[in-house]
């Protein structure tokens, strides 16, 4: 793994450490989370958008018990190493960490993020990390999806593709 991704990686006990470094520069931080079980189009659309919204964004992704538990047990496709790399390796995204938890609550206590993004497939739905993100003045943004591009239709896609 090259040393420039490396950094991009942070473990989570180092996380307080870096968001206080952040806050001190006053850097708009911007956070997402998210599985990033099968990094896709969609995910490179929103995450571009969102980095947009301010100076760093920080991604969280769910450990890979967190997907299973969230999403069954064939779930994930890639391991959390490899998706945090996949992430890693992308420009708009700044700093990545991994997760135990199924939400991403614990993650934005430590990061006090400005802005937490999310799809709008969220939109009318109870999320835990609103009222959370608010109490420190933050906002949420919902983000639109791109059309057509989801995890779970473009895995049932290529299932039904190796069934033909």
Known sequence: MSKSLEKKIIRWKDLPTVAEDLHRQNRVIVSSNGCFDFLHWGHL???????????????????????????????????????????????????????????????????????????????????????LVQSWSGRVELLPLAEGFSTTSIIAKLKALTQE
């Not at 890639?78 to 708009?92: G, K, T």
């Not at 999310?118 to 739905?125: E, I, P």
Request: hydrophobic share 40%.
């Open 45 to 131: 659309r929103y995450l571009n958008e969102a980095k947009g919204l301010g100076d760093t964004l920080f991604v969280g992704i769910n450990s890979d018990a967190s997907v299973k538990r969230l999403k069954g047990p064939t779930r994930p496709v890639f391991p959390q190493e490899v998706r945090a790399l996949q992430l890693a390796s992308l420009s708009a995204v700044d700093f990545v960490v991994i997760f135990e938890e199924d939400t991403p609550v614990d993650f934005l206590k430590i990061l006090k993020p400005k802005i937490h993004v999310k799809g709008a497939d969220y939109a009318g739905k109870e999320m835990p990390e609103r009222g």
